[in-house]
């Protein structure tokens, strides 16, 4: 199937192959028509799918072919006729990215706003009208709060990662806001998984939705080498990770971390041994987080030490490491990770540190993964316990890999200060 077959507007369809897209990808084949056809779609794909194009290609589409795109009738201030809500800041940026690069031969105003910027930016963009609003729930709220955003227009709703919005504790906004849009607008919901919290959701704001589920990114398919080194405790995970670094195939790397404060930390000790580092996690400010991706982007920073949430949405092709320093909590997070390398057909590496007592953990993500990460051992740092090896022998069976993503994905989330705790730790979530 080409772009051609969706029947998508002239000026998308040009925009497309500028980009040197010619196929759709599984998730956009089959949600991009359903949502031209004015289906509602509840969706299931995680990062690496395509999903992004998915609904933003068919946003624009309405747009280009809606009687309302005339410059009179659109330039209404703050009243978008698409919304795009989304869990994070470097999420809710790159949908903006890509919806101004799909829409570039298109007269549209895309606007984004999310918590962490001062304010009299995103009020003089929502003054000057907006067609695509993409923002973060929290930021959204203030804006309608003070009667700069009008969402009694609205055509069309899109939830992105909403797995994520519910477990950063937006379910309240969301809910809220999607009172506030008309009840005959289209709603498409995408999120990792579809069940639980999600799937009471999804049923409350959608009518006779298609579901399109589409399976994980194979990452055996994307040309990255896995591997795992057991470790026996933190200061044994500084010097595996001080040989990874040493790598000289090593062009650029992301190090997941859990915590902001072990982001810091981490970021410091690395600097102080002559490397290029820079830490991004949610308690920088936005201008922070901007420069430190642009220096990412521009090769100044090697190693990127990062919380998942601060991670979300980072695009850089010449990443060619990633390291789990700390295991993810979820185990679907291990493909986002994972996904930051490898891009554009690239080759790239993952590899992840557990300890002895993370071996339950590990297999949880081998079948989020669906196939087992090869243990290797460095010479002259081994694990000091033999039981660590962990040999493929004894590795469970992934014939139903398939069968446990579901519980693999769940489990609690840690992300507040303890009251009156002389060792605060903050989970950045």
């Known amino acids: 199937m080409t772009f051609e077959e969706l029947n998508l507007a002239p000026a998308l369809l040009q925009a497309l192959a500028e980009c040197g897209y010619t196929e759709p990808t599984p998730i956009q ?29 068919p946003a624009l589409h309405r747009l280009a072919s809606s009687s309302t795109t005339a410059p009179q009738k659109r330039r209404n201030a703050g009243r978008p006729q698409v919304l795009v809500l989304a869990p994070t800041r470097e999420l809710a940026q790159q949908v903006a990215q890509q919806a101004t690069r799909y ?37 959204l709220i203030d804006h309608i709060e003070r009667g700069r955003v009008d969402l009694s227009a609205l055509e069309m709703l899109v939830l992105d990662e909403a797995d994520r919005m519910l477990d950063l504790g937006f379910s309240d906004d969301v809910e809220r806001i999607c009172a506030l849009t ?33 399976k994980a990114v194979d990452v055996g398919a994307l040309a990255i080498d896995q591997r795992v080194h057991f470790a026996d405790d933190r200061a044994h995970k500084h010097r595996l990770l001080d040989h990874v670094l040493a790598d000289v195939s090593l062009k650029q790397s992301i190090v997941f971390i859990a915590t902001q404060r072990d982001a810091e930390t981490l970021a410091l000790r690395l600097q102080d041994a002559g490397h290029a580092v820079a830490a991004l996690h949610g308690g920088m400010s936005q201008r922070e987080r901007n420069s430190t991706l642009n220096r990412l982007r521009r090769g100044g920073v090697r190693t990127l030490v990062a919380t998942d949430v601060a991670a979300r949405g980072i695009d850089v092709a010449s990443i060619t490491h990633v390291i789990n320093f700390d295991l ?12 930051r390398t490898g891009r554009a057909g690239a080759s790239g590496t993952a590899v992840s540190f557990a ?19 090869p243990t290797q051992v460095i010479p002259g740092l081994e694990p000091r316990a033999r039981s660590a ?39 950045d979530r």
């Open 29 to 57: 084949a089959q949600t991009i028509p359903a949502l031209i056809g004015g289906r509602d779609v509840i969706g299931s794909a995680q990062t690496g799918t395509g999903k992004t194009a998915a609904f933003v290609l």
């Open 103 to 139: 829409g570039q031969h298109m007269r549209l105003r895309i606007v984004c706003i999310y918590g962490g910027e001062p304010y009299p930016r995103q009020i003089r963009e929502l003054q000057h009208g907006v067609d695509i609003l993409v923002a973060t729930p929290g930021r």
């Open 182 to 214: 008309p009840a005959a607008r289209q709603t498409v919901l995408f999120s990792a998984t579809i069940d639980g919290a999600i799937a009471r959701l999804a049923g409350r704001l959608t009518r006779d939705a298609v579901r399109i589920d589409v």
């Open 328 to 339: 993810p909590r979820q185990a679907d997070d291990y493909i986002h990770r994972i996904g």
């Open 355 to 373: 300890n002895h007592s993370e071996r339950g953990a590990l297999r949880m993500i081998e079948r989020a993964a669906g196939q087992p990460i």
């Open 389 to 427: 090896g962990c040999d493929e022998a004894r590795r469970p069976s992934f014939a139903k890999a398939g069968a446990n993503r579901r519980h693999a994905a769940g489990g609690p989330v840690e992300g507040r200060r303890s009251p009156g705790s002389s060792q605060p730790r903050w989970r």
